[in-house]
């Protein structure tokens, strides 16, 4: 079976569906069949996405994009810094 990629706007909107099913007295395992995912991607995504509304969740999205692109570059200068002093101590 193929996986598909949920956006966090998806996710949220699956999550308030699954709620309200819930609410009617559903079981996790059937609302998930419904929505068709498998009941460890429910209950990662509340965990994720629980509590979020769609603009906060596009939001974290973003700093997590940003949070990686940071990191690398402290990583790329971090090596560069390592590099230098490398050579540094080879010239004296």
Do not use: H
Not at 1 to 23: D, F, N, S
Not at 59 to 82: G, H, P, Y
Not at 86 to 91: F, K, Q, S, T
């Amino acid at each position: 079976m193929a996986r598909k990629k949920y956006g966090p706007e998806q996710i949220i909107r699956m999550l308030r569906e699954a709620e309200i099913e819930l609410a009617k007295g559903s079981k996790v395992p059937a609302v998930c069949k419904k929505l068709g995912v498998t009941p460890n991607t429910y209950y990662r995504w509340r965990k994720e996405y629980g509590g979020l509304r769609v603009d906060q969740a596009k939001r974290l999205k973003e700093l997590e994009r940003e949070n990686a692109r940071l990191k690398r570059i402290v990583a790329d200068k971090a090596l560069d810094i390592a590099i230098l002093r490398e050579v540094a101590e080879g010239n004296f």
